[in-house]
């Protein structure tokens, strides 16, 4: 498709359980982000992947959070032994590589996580 | 690194009414600046930016312009409509960092 795909869009697990989100960019994005929407939080940033740098995992809030991304395009993002104050919309988004400061990011429609 | 404060919400205004919400940011260098929008049940798509200073970004009636003086990026539009119900961040971008920092948000909603 022409933009950014994410998957699934409804994820419901158990409190220990490990859950993996996908993203997939639009074509010739090289630089991905994810975020997390939670309620009345705001968009927290996680992590941000630039071409073949290593990634900007600052945002990352636990180890039990990692994201990689194979290829140069789509992008997993792992939480392990989830907890239930993970449960949020987690969103991908992607822009082109040569408009690093100015440049749009085009986000998918989010992967929403409940943590029973 | 970059940060973001934005006016809380919510926002109740009557159609036609005048809104302003109000941004300032925090960055190490200069920082790209944009206003996102999510609209109810969509997902976040671009409402406007500015790149340097004194630019002014407009899109939709609405505009914001870049103020490296106040460090500050506020959204105005001059007559709202029902339809801008939705909920508005503000971004900066850039500088030492190439991610984007969102604001927490301001949910606006337009009554009729």
């Known amino acids: 498709g022409a933009g950014v795909s994410q998957s699934p869009s409804n994820k419901v697990t158990e409190k220990g359980k490990d859950v993996e989100l996908r993203c997939d960019p639009i074509?010739?994005?090289?630089?991905l982000y994810w975020y997390r929407q939670s309620l009345g939080q705001g968009l927290e940033f996680l992590i941000y992947?630039?071409?073949?740098?290593?990634?900007?995992k600052s945002g990352l809030p636990s180890d039990r959070f990692s994201a990689e991304r194979t290829g140069g395009s789509v992008s997993t993002l792992t939480i392990q032994r989830t907890q239930q104050e993970d449960s949020a919309v987690y969103l991908c988004a992607s822009s082109l590589a040569t408009s690093r400061d100015t440049g749009e990011l085009f986000f998918g429609e989010g992967s929403r996580l409940t943590v029973l | 690194g970059n940060s973001v404060t934005q006016m809380e919400g919510p926002v109740t205004l009557s159609e036609e009414a005048f809104l302003t919400i109000n941004c300032t940011y925090t960055a190490t260098g200069y920082p790209s600046l944009f206003w996102y929008v999510q609209y109810p049940g969509e997902g976040l798509q671009l409402l406007l930016k500015?790149?340097?200073?004194?630019d002014k970004g407009s899109n939709k009636g609405f505009e914001a312009t870049y103020r490296k003086e106040t460090t500050s990026f506020h959204l105005e539009k001059g007559s709202v409509q029902v339809s801008d119900s939705a909920v508005y961040f503000c971004?900066?971008?850039?500088?030492?960092?190439?991610?984007?920092?969102f604001g927490k948000g301001t949910k606006l909603s337009v009554k009729p």
């Open positions: 971004a900066p971008r850039g500088g030492s960092q190439g991610n984007l920092i």
């Open positions: 074509s010739g994005h090289t630089a």
């Open positions: 500015a790149t340097k200073a004194d």
């Open positions: 992947f630039q071409g073949n740098s290593a990634p900007d």
